[in-house]
């Protein structure tokens, strides 16, 4: 059949189920995979140690260089270390190639914290942007991760680090099950990849609804959906680049590395094949948290601060935790935390400055006209104009600062000067 008919046949299986005509619909989008969030690379806990163990192993806490273009046997001795780095990986995790390491995992790293990249000139390159990359260098994160570290700060450390590179995806994921008929229910991994894994404007509301028409239909007939959604995702039914072929098998690789990066942390219970909110003792996403966090926390906010309804549902602003979940260590600081005065109304543009530093600007000071967020270190700040560029009620300031620095104080034993 050619692709055409095989979308015809994805109908016909039963004309009026949802799913089937939404999941026509989608793998025909050029954004069809979603958010792409990981490269292609198999790591965990326990592998990324060793990755981060094979580096230091050789240039230590040093820039190092790195070679150009694909490994075609051509040997630049300015990057000898990186040579070394590769052989060291492989005897330490097991993995990687001289065009893997740098092309995959270190694109990785970068977005997670753990790794720099910079261009020719030494100047770091944004995570999020793409450059010619010279050199690179583990992080100050790294180097407290290797230490020797307790295992449960190496834990959060490595949960820090998969927040930083999944973004806000893992909260929408655990919303959007627990707010269902599904929070004690597995989603199976081809459930994952057809609707959860979707990103595209407007799809978030009718995800449950999907899942709930997957599981209307019957066991062959789900079998045979997949089955010609598989054989329409076939690069060789596509002319042209990537961003036109459709690839079944690198969409399910890439569906199953974030179900191994999910396995290490605390949000989901994790099989090779499904997924579950963890709503046990341990999990953060417990009933009485997501409850408070999803409804308590931010309908305070609205109420405090008078937002309203119309502002809300404009989307033109965000609710951002100044202090970011992925600080808390326990379930007492995820409640420091989770508290309608650690969250400010910011527009989109300033939450995505504030996340493109990886949430590092987490010092509040506030006057009823502007709002400051600054790092640790005092080396970057962010600046809002209230009724602009964010949107709180002035008369709080005071309360927002206090809380601000009695959360910084008990979390990060940091106190503002």
Same mark, same amino acid.
């Given at each position: 059949?050619?692709?055409?008919?095989?979308?015809?046949?994805?109908?016909?299986?039963?004309?009026?189920?949802? $799913?089937?005509?939404?999941?026509?619909?989608?793998?025909?989008?050029?954004?069809?995979?979603?958010?792409?969030?990981?490269?292609?690379?198999?790591?965990? =806990?326990?592998? =990324?140690?060793?990755?981060?163990?094979?580096?230091?192993?050789?240039?230590g806490?040093?820039?190092?260089?790195?070679?150009? +273009?694909?490994?075609? +046997?051509?040997?630049?001795?300015?990057?000898?270390?990186?040579?070394?780095?590769?052989?060291?990986?492989?005897?330490?995790?097991?993995?990687?190639?001289?065009?893997?390491?740098?092309?995959?995992?270190?694109?990785?790293?970068?977005?997670m914290?753990?790794?720099?990249?910079?261009?020719?000139?030494?100047? =770091? @390159?944004?995570?999020?942007?793409?450059?010619?990359?010279?050199?690179?260098?583990?992080?100050?994160?790294?180097?407290? $991760?290797?230490?020797?570290?307790?295992?449960?700060?190496?834990?959060? @450390? %490595?949960?820090?680090?998969?927040d930083?590179?999944? +973004?806000?995806?893992?909260?929408?994921?655990?919303?959007?099950?627990?707010?269902?008929?599904?929070?004690?229910?597995? @989603? +199976?991994? %081809?459930?994952?990849?057809?609707?959860?894994?979707?990103?595209?404007?407007?799809?978030?509301?009718?995800?449950?609804?999907?899942?709930?028409?997957?599981?209307? =239909?019957?066991?062959?007939?789900?079998?045979?959906?997949?089955?010609?959604?598989?054989?329409?995702?076939?690069?060789?039914?596509?002319?042209?680049?990537?961003t036109?072929?459709?690839?079944?098998?690198?969409?399910?690789?890439?569906?199953?590395?974030?179900?191994?990066?999910?396995?290490?942390?605390?949000?989901?219970?994790?099989?090779?094949?499904?997924?579950?909110?963890?709503?046990?003792?341990?999990g953060?996403f417990?009933?009485?948290?997501?409850?408070?966090?999803?409804?308590?926390?931010?309908?305070?906010?609205f109420?405090?601060?008078? #937002?309203?309804?119309k502002?809300?549902?404009?989307? #033109?602003?965000?609710?951002?935790?100044?202090?970011?979940?992925?600080?808390?260590?326990?379930?007492?600081?995820?409640?420091?935390?989770?508290?309608?005065?650690?969250?400010?109304?910011?527009?989109?543009?300033?939450?995505?400055?504030?996340?493109?530093?990886?949430?590092?600007?987490?010092?509040?000071?506030?006057?009823?006209?502007?709002?400051?967020?600054?790092?640790?270190?005092?080396?970057?700040? #962010?600046?809002?104009?209230?009724?602009?560029?964010?949107?709180?009620?002035?008369?709080?300031?005071n309360?927002?600062?206090?809380?601000?620095?009695? @959360?910084?104080?008990?979390?990060?034993?940091?106190?503002?000067?």
């Amino acid at each position: 059949m050619n692709p055409k008919e095989i979308l015809r046949e994805i109908i016909s299986i039963k004309h009026s189920n949802l $799913f089937l005509n939404y999941i026509v619909e989608r793998i025909q989008d050029k954004d069809y995979r979603g958010r792409h969030i990981t490269q292609h690379n198999r790591y965990d =806990l326990d592998r =990324l140690s060793n990755i981060l163990k094979g580096i230091y192993k050789i240039v230590g806490d040093k820039m190092f260089r790195i070679p150009l +273009g694909d490994d075609k +046997g051509i040997y630049n001795p300015d990057c000898n270390e990186y040579y070394q780095i590769v052989k060291s990986v492989k005897d330490s995790a097991d993995l990687g190639t001289i065009n893997s390491l740098k092309k995959n995992f270190f694109v990785d790293f970068h977005r997670m914290g753990l790794l720099n990249r910079f261009n020719i000139k030494q100047q =770091l @390159i944004p995570p999020n942007k793409r450059g010619v990359v010279h050199y690179a260098k583990l992080t100050d994160k790294s180097l407290i $991760f290797l230490k020797d570290t307790s295992i449960i700060e190496r834990h959060k @450390i %490595f949960t820090d680090a998969i927040d930083k590179l999944f +973004g806000d995806a893992i909260t929408q994921w655990a919303e959007t099950i627990y707010y269902s008929n599904y929070k004690k229910d597995r @989603i +199976g991994i %081809f459930e994952f990849m057809l609707i959860l894994s979707d990103d595209r404007p407007g799809t978030n509301k009718k995800k449950i609804s999907l899942i709930d028409s997957f599981r209307e =239909l019957e066991r062959w007939q789900r079998e045979k959906a997949i089955e010609l959604i598989r054989q329409y995702c076939n690069p060789s039914n596509f002319k042209g680049n990537k961003t036109i072929r459709r690839d079944f098998g690198n969409w399910k690789n890439e569906i199953q590395q974030i179900f191994t990066l999910l396995k290490n942390t605390v949000y989901f219970d994790i099989t090779e094949n499904s997924l579950r909110l963890n709503t046990g003792t341990y999990g953060i996403f417990s009933d009485k948290l997501i409850k408070k966090r999803s409804l308590g926390a931010k309908r305070e906010y609205f109420k405090k601060h008078r #937002i309203s309804d119309k502002i809300r549902r404009s989307l #033109i602003f965000e609710l951002d935790h100044v202090v970011p979940f992925s600080s808390a260590r326990n379930k007492v600081e995820f409640k420091l935390i989770d508290n309608w005065q650690n969250l400010i109304y910011l527009k989109k543009d300033k939450h995505a400055e504030k996340t493109k530093n990886d949430n590092k600007n987490m010092v509040l000071s506030a006057t009823p006209l502007e709002i400051h967020l600054d790092d640790i270190d005092g080396k970057s700040r #962010i600046t809002a104009k209230n009724g602009r560029t964010a949107l709180y009620e002035g008369s709080l300031v005071n309360k927002m600062q206090k809380y601000n620095q009695d @959360i910084l104080k008990e979390v990060f034993g940091f106190t503002k000067s």
